[in-house]
């Protein structure tokens, strides 16, 4: 089973930004379409970037041009720069696979703030 640890999450002001990463257990990591989603209060989850095992990124039309995806699949890891932070940003954001179903479990995700 893949486990999943999101970080670098936190606090910022608009306008700010942050590095998150996600470590994934399991030499699997490399032959997936990985992804970051996000959740915020009392909405659904949704897809924010994905990156192919090859390093081609796709973004979510609120993030792009804001947020970089990328992968280290000799380290198991992905990252999501984010710049120009709104408070809209403001959600717990997940990796995982980047697909519509048959997820790995969920990790405890890392929580990003936006705020004055």
């Known amino acids: 089973q893949v486990q999943l640890v999101e970080s670098g999450g936190g606090l910022v002001q608009p306008g700010g930004s942050l590095r998150l990463s996600c470590v994934a257990s399991?030499?699997?990591?490399?032959?997936?379409?990985m992804a970051w989603y996000r959740q915020a209060p009392g909405k659904q989850r949704e897809l924010v970037a994905a990156?192919?095992?090859?390093?081609?990124?796709y973004y979510d039309a609120s993030v792009r041009g804001r947020f970089y995806i990328s992968r280290d699949n000799a380290k198991n890891t992905m990252y999501l720069r984010m710049n120009s932070l709104k408070p809209e940003d403001t959600a717990v954001y997940y990796c995982?696979?980047?697909?519509?179903?048959?997820?790995?479990?969920w990790g405890q995700g890392t929580r990003v703030t936006v705020s004055p």
């Open positions: 399991g030499s699997i990591f490399s032959i997936n379409t």
């Open positions: 995982n696979k980047g697909t519509t179903s048959g997820w790995w479990d």
């Open positions: 990156v192919t095992k090859t390093g081609e990124p």
